[in-house]
């Protein structure tokens, strides 16, 4: 081993460096180590071929579970080897650099030798790891595949002719020619042999029948379902504050909102409980995946929190969090794409097969981005639980723009429609599209003595404008000037350095303000003020909740996707007659004016009543906590789209009609003694039916008469008999895909019938048709919920 030679004590010291006796204990047990590993594959790893690398692996191979832990043994025990001699190696070469200067070259070969020592065993341990990854797939198929190929049933590996399964043999022939397109395939067992398409469309995916040959107690996945248990209301928000996680502007910034509103959370949930009385309810298992936060889609948000951006989006998911989580529901929430598809159970690849396991969550709360980011990772799967999911969807998706096939065929396709979803799955921020559900926000609720403080506490010439970026003052020199006649004008714009030149210096500008100062301004200011932009945020109510009169402007022609660029690609046709529809139409003075901000006359007249006008602060029961949990509580109780019965045929008719005309003969009611729909939410016995003028839509058809327009309730109007009902002459009826049917045509005197429930809508008109519109009641302050849906 060691040679007698001029240089032989180089020799002897250079192998007492290299081969010290504990680097040789390491590397002995190592090695024997492995050896036994190796062998106690028992026989696993077939005879050694010519030019078959030491660590290849026949595909032959055989083992189970048990094979798969000996291999992730061999590679962790490597890696722990490759640890403890990186620690060796550092130590050696701090005392060899020490004696470099002495030792000369000599320190450089000893250097190199445990450098290339290192590099051997870090390359056997990833050699190990990566076989340990191969056996794991190749066992995953070889263990399903041995007992038919040992008992000669490759026979049975035909694509079966099954007309309960007529595409089977189509996925075949695509599985044949694209089985390698995603590696995700090749984690199902899938090796290009026809047993394993058809065990892969079979068990994992459902396109062709159970292969009989095979166990089919073995490949029934989904597991027993936990025992339900009773959600509890929570008051304590310090775990969801966890929850939430770190590191954006935009969760610090929801969080901090979250926790100033804790004390009013728990004191909406004391109020929630005794109303609901001894009422179960069900602990629902909930992702909330907020999409736009994600890196991938971009994230603009987040950089601008701090720079005035707009934080209405942040605002009303802060708030659902905080509704769930108070509600008693089991919550995970994900930021990023690797976090949602950790939870969702992706496979590896490229998004083409269903997920790995049962979904393990019963509702998902995500936004647009979030069901692109789904959709594109879930296969299949995204469309056996699309039902589960929620969308929040700030300006609402309506039935025309929702259905594929509709929206290309009659051109309402846009970026963001086109989901088949059921049109209640969208939920926005403010109750403008009834065929939609209202999620919402809160606003801070102020009890009598805080309400008399701000009251006393009022400066009757103070003005604030709503806008906190530079551009909104743009061209609105003219308004100031007015305004400033007769009131002190106060701005929250951002800027860095300079002061914006859009902002007048007549403006007292407070820079961006955090949320509870800019709270403590609208408290002392009489008036809140908008020029037209941002469209239905969440700032004007809070200005109302705190005292203040909010001025607005009446837009003519009304703002939509057909002239105005803002909505345009929005899936809505819904027009904007002002820049905060909601505080119009359900608020009004003497708490909101809404003027032609073209006519300065009308313009300084408002302002001139406004001083005079005396108000107290005001905000509606829907957007106080106690609101938001009732309205979320019912939905979660009632809403169900994955077992909701399809509806009647179009035209069929019912044994015994369930309504009745009024007694002024204006409208359809149900009948009292009349059995209800089961299942139905809201009850239907709360429908009112009506038949709207042509040219109007079932939305403002039902607000004429005080009541809303329920898109839950077409199926029981799409009938022949509730036109006869109505006392309507229907010289024909026709079914067909529209959706402003069910409807009476003038001239031609036709009843058309929806063909696709997907397509009833409250939305939509037309001069040519008379609608046939579902009303309902509603609680006071609660335009979601009917008088009984609770």
């Given at each position: 081993?060691?040679?007698?030679?001029?240089?032989?004590?180089?020799?002897?010291?250079?192998?007492?460096?290299?081969?010290?006796?504990?680097?040789?204990?390491?590397?002995?047990?190592?090695?024997?180590?492995?050896?036994?590993?190796?062998?106690?594959?028992?026989?696993?790893?077939?005879?050694?071929?010519?030019?078959?690398?030491?660590?290849?692996?026949?595909?032959?191979?055989?083992?189970?579970?048990?094979?798969?832990?000996?291999?992730?043994?061999?590679?962790?025990?490597?890696?722990?080897?490759?640890?403890?001699?990186?620690?060796?190696?550092?130590?050696?070469?701090?005392?060899?650099?020490?004696?470099?200067?002495?030792?000369?070259?000599?320190?450089?070969?000893?250097?190199?030798?445990?450098?290339?020592?290192?590099?051997?065993?870090?390359?056997?341990?990833?050699?190990?790891?990566?076989?340990?990854?191969?056996?794991?797939?190749?066992?995953?198929?070889?263990?399903?595949?041995?007992?038919?190929?040992?008992?000669?049933?490759?026979?049975?590996?035909?694509?079966?002719?099954?007309?309960?399964?007529?595409?089977?043999?189509?996925?075949?022939?695509?599985?044949?020619?694209?089985?390698?397109?995603?590696?995700?395939?090749?984690?199902?067992?899938?090796?290009?042999?026809?047993?394993?398409?058809?065990?892969?469309?079979?068990?994992?995916?459902?396109?062709?029948?159970?292969?009989?040959?095979?166990?089919?107690?073995?490949?029934?996945?989904?597991?027993?379902?936990?025992?339900?248990?009773?959600?509890?209301?929570?008051?304590?928000?310090?775990?969801?504050?966890?929850?939430?996680?770190?590191?954006?502007?935009?969760?610090?910034?929801?969080?901090?909102?979250?926790?100033?509103?804790?004390?009013?959370?728990?004191?909406?949930?004391?109020?929630?409980?005794?109303?609901?009385?001894?009422?179960?309810?069900?602990?629902?298992?909930?992702?909330?995946?907020?999409?736009?936060?994600?890196?991938?889609?971009?994230?603009?948000?987040?950089?601008?929190?701090?720079?005035?951006?707009?934080?209405?989006?942040?605002?009303?998911?802060?708030?659902?969090?905080?509704?769930?989580?108070?509600?008693?529901?089991?919550?995970?929430?994900?930021?990023?794409?690797?976090?949602?598809?950790?939870?969702?159970?992706?496979?590896?690849?490229?998004?083409?097969?269903?997920?790995?396991?049962?979904?393990?969550?019963?509702?998902?709360?995500?936004?647009?981005?979030?069901?692109?980011?789904?959709?594109?990772?879930?296969?299949?799967?995204?469309?056996?639980?699309?039902?589960?999911?929620?969308?929040?969807?700030?300006?609402?998706?309506?039935?025309?723009?929702?259905?594929?096939?509709?929206?290309?065929?009659?051109?309402?396709?846009?970026?963001?429609?086109?989901?088949?979803?059921?049109?209640?799955?969208?939920?926005?921020?403010?109750?403008?599209?009834?065929?939609?559900?209202?999620?919402?926000?809160?606003?801070?609720?102020?009890?009598?003595?805080e309400k008399q403080l701000i009251k006393d506490g009022k400066a009757s010439n103070m003005a604030v404008v709503y806008g906190k970026e530079a551009s909104i003052w743009k061209g609105k020199e003219k308004f100031l000037s007015i305004l400033n006649k007769y009131m002190e004008v106060h701005g929250t714009v951002y800027?860095?350095?300079?002061?914006?030149?859009?902002?007048?210096?007549?403006?007292?500008?407070?820079?961006?303000?955090?949320?509870?100062?800019?709270?403590?301004?609208?408290?002392?200011?009489?008036?809140?003020?908008?020029?037209?932009?941002?469209?239905?945020?969440?700032?004007?109510?809070?200005?109302?909740?705190?005292?203040?009169?909010?001025?607005?402007?009446?837009?003519?022609?009304?703002?939509?996707?057909?002239?105005?660029?803002?909505?345009?690609?929005?899936?809505?046709?819904?027009?904007?007659?002002?820049?905060?529809?909601?505080?119009?139409?359900?608020?009004?003075?003497?708490?909101?004016?809404?003027?032609?901000?073209?006519?300065?006359?009308?313009?300084?007249?408002?302002?001139?009543?406004?001083?005079?006008?005396?108000?107290?602060?005001?905000?509606?029961?829907?957007?106080?906590?106690?609101?938001?949990?009732?309205?979320?509580?019912?939905?979660?109780?009632?809403?169900?789209?994955?077992?909701?019965?399809?509806?009647?045929?179009?035209?069929?008719?019912?044994?015994?009609?369930?309504?009745?005309?009024?007694?002024?003969?204006?409208?359809?009611?149900?009948?009292?003694?009349?059995?209800?729909?089961?299942?139905?939410?809201?009850?239907?016995?709360?429908?009112?039916?009506?038949?709207?003028?042509?040219?109007?839509?079932?939305?403002?058809?039902?607000?004429?008469?005080?009541?809303?327009?329920?898109?839950?309730?077409?199926?029981?109007?799409?009938?022949?008999?509730?036109?006869?009902?109505?006392?309507?002459?229907?010289?024909?009826?026709?079914?067909?895909?529209?959706?402003?049917?069910?409807?009476?045509?003038?001239?031609?005197?036709?009843?058309?019938?929806?063909?696709?429930?997907?397509?009833?809508?409250?939305?939509?008109?037309?001069?040519?048709?008379?609608?046939?519109?579902?009303?309902?009641?509603?609680?006071?302050?609660?335009?979601?919920?009917?008088?009984?849906?609770?």
């Open positions: 081993m060691i040679t007698v030679n001029p240089d032989g004590k180089i020799m002897v010291r250079r192998c007492l460096v290299t081969l010290r006796p504990f680097r040789l204990f390491v590397l002995g047990t190592g090695f024997f180590s492995l050896c036994f590993l190796m062998t106690s594959l028992g026989g696993q790893f077939s005879a050694r071929r010519p030019g078959d690398s030491p660590f290849t692996i026949r595909t032959e191979v055989m083992g189970g579970p048990e094979s798969r832990g000996v291999l992730r043994k061999m590679s962790d025990l490597l890696e722990l080897m490759v640890k403890r001699m990186d620690t060796l190696a550092r130590l050696e070469n701090s005392s060899e650099l020490h004696r470099a200067a002495s030792d000369g070259h000599f320190a450089v070969d000893r250097l190199s030798a445990g450098t290339g020592l290192m590099e051997r065993i870090q390359t056997i341990a990833q050699n190990v790891s990566d076989i340990a990854v191969k056996v794991d797939q190749i066992l995953r198929h070889s263990l399903l595949l041995h007992s038919k190929v040992s008992e000669g049933r490759r026979d049975q590996c035909e694509a079966p002719s099954d007309p309960k399964f007529p595409d089977c043999s189509g996925k075949v022939e695509w599985m044949r020619a694209r089985w390698t397109s995603d590696p995700c395939y090749a984690f199902f067992g899938v090796d290009g042999t026809e047993c394993s398409f058809l065990i892969y469309l079979s068990e994992v995916e459902w396109f062709c029948p159970p292969l009989p040959w095979r166990n089919q107690t073995a490949t029934q996945r989904a597991p027993k379902p936990l025992p339900k248990v009773q959600a509890v209301f929570r008051s304590n928000l310090s775990h969801l504050l966890e929850l939430m996680g770190s590191g954006k502007e935009s969760l610090i910034f929801m969080k901090k909102r979250t926790k100033r509103f804790t004390a009013q959370w728990a004191l909406a949930a004391q109020r929630l409980a005794q109303k609901l009385g001894g009422v179960r309810r069900d602990q629902k298992q909930i992702l909330v995946h907020i999409g736009f936060l994600t890196e991938e889609s971009g994230d603009v948000f987040s950089p601008r929190v701090l720079k005035g951006g707009p934080l209405g989006e942040m605002v009303q998911w802060a708030d659902i969090l905080a509704a769930l989580y108070v509600l008693g529901h089991g919550l995970r929430i994900t930021v990023s794409l690797k976090e949602l598809q950790s939870n969702l159970g992706v496979p590896p690849g490229r998004g083409n097969c269903p997920l790995t396991m049962p979904l393990p969550f019963d509702l998902i709360y995500t936004d647009y981005h979030g069901l692109q980011q789904m959709k594109q990772h879930m296969g299949l799967s995204f469309r056996k639980y699309r039902c589960r999911i929620r969308v929040i969807d700030t300006f609402g998706t309506e039935p025309a723009y929702n259905h594929e096939e509709y929206a290309t065929l009659h051109g309402y396709r846009t970026n963001w429609g086109y989901w088949n979803l059921n049109p209640k799955q969208f939920m926005t921020m403010f109750p403008h599209t009834p065929d939609n559900s209202f999620m919402g926000f809160v606003s801070e609720e102020l009890n009598e003595t800027y860095e350095s300079q002061r914006p030149p859009e902002v007048p210096a007549f403006v007292k500008n407070h820079g961006l303000l955090p949320q509870p100062e800019f709270q403590q301004l609208l408290r002392k200011a009489k008036l809140f003020i908008g020029f037209g932009f941002p469209y239905e945020g969440p700032a004007p109510l809070e200005a109302i909740a705190n005292g203040c009169v909010f001025l607005q402007s009446r837009f003519s022609p009304p703002h939509s996707s057909l002239n105005h660029e803002f909505f345009r690609g929005k899936p809505t046709s819904r027009e904007v007659f002002s820049q905060h529809p909601y505080a119009e139409n359900f608020i009004g003075k003497p708490h909101v004016w809404t003027v032609d901000y073209n006519n300065s006359e009308e313009f300084e007249a408002a302002i001139q009543a406004i001083m005079t006008t005396q108000v107290d602060p005001y905000l509606p029961y829907e957007y106080t906590c106690e609101g938001m949990l009732e309205r979320i509580h019912a939905y979660i109780q009632h809403q169900d789209f994955c077992a909701s019965p399809g509806p009647a045929p179009p035209g069929a008719r019912a044994p015994q009609s369930p309504f009745i005309l009024a007694p002024n003969a204006t409208h359809l009611e149900w009948t009292r003694n009349a059995s209800l729909a089961p299942g139905a939410w809201p009850p239907a016995h709360s429908l009112r039916a009506w038949l709207a003028a042509a040219g109007r839509a079932c939305t403002d058809a039902c607000l004429d008469h005080g009541l809303i327009c329920e898109p839950s309730f077409f199926p029981f109007l799409n009938s022949q008999d509730a036109f006869q009902k109505l006392q309507v002459p229907c010289d024909g009826i026709e079914s067909e895909m529209n959706h402003l049917y069910p409807a009476f045509a003038q001239p031609g005197q036709e009843c058309f019938l929806q063909k696709e429930p997907l397509l009833f809508s409250c939305a939509g008109s037309s001069t040519k048709y008379r609608r046939l519109c579902p009303c309902r009641d509603f609680r006071k302050g609660q335009v979601a919920l009917c008088q009984d849906c609770l």
